[in-house]
């Protein structure tokens, strides 16, 4: 027999545009597991000259085209590029704020993602796996982001040392 919460368990896939704190307030999603698995946009920028930071700034005062029509011009970095990127940059900051509606409405979930900011930023706790196994679990709190990046590090660098 089946757990009683894997009965009522609601995988959702949103795509970051359309993902809403509606979404989570589904009477269907009340009880059970809630997870969300996001894939992150594979977007490359020219941030060499500091494209995405100058970005960002201008996100938060302007209008997504003209943020990008801007930041062009300051960086000299493609304007389709960072057009993109904008767009990029708000999905991520709309799932974010759906993760946000989800722990405000009492309510748990699992959220992947290899972006380390973004976890560090929503979550509760942390859970790094390293194939397959628990390397790490811990409240957020517990670790800065700069102290979660170093561990992460130190991992991979185990990792190299043991296969050479």
Do not use: W
Not at 28 to 33: I, L, S
Not at 39 to 45: G, I, S
Not at 115 to 121: A, D, F, L, Q, W
Not at 131 to 147: F, K, N
């Amino acid at each position: 027999m089946a757990e009683p919460d894997k009965l009522r368990r609601s995988i959702i896939r949103p795509n970051a545009v359309t993902a809403s704190p509606s979404d989570a307030a589904d009477g269907q999603r009340t009880r059970g597991e809630f997870v969300v698995v996001i894939h992150p946009a594979q977007q490359e920028v020219a941030q060499a000259d500091g494209g995405l930071r100058v970005l960002k700034l201008l996100l938060a005062e302007v209008p997504l085209k003209t943020a990008a029509k801007l930041a062009a011009e300051i960086t000299g970095g493609s304007k389709n590029e960072l057009y993109q990127v904008a767009l990029a940059l708000k999905e991520v900051s709309k799932v974010l704020d759906f993760i946000r509606s989800i722990k405000a409405g009492g309510r748990s979930c699992i959220y992947i993602e290899h972006n380390i900011h973004h976890v560090h930023e929503v979550c509760d706790r942390l859970v790094v796996l390293d194939r397959g196994e628990v390397a790490l679990d811990t409240p957020a709190s517990a670790l800065t982001y700069l102290e979660l990046t170093d561990f992460l590090m130190s991992l991979h660098k185990r990792r190299i040392t043991a296969t050479n």
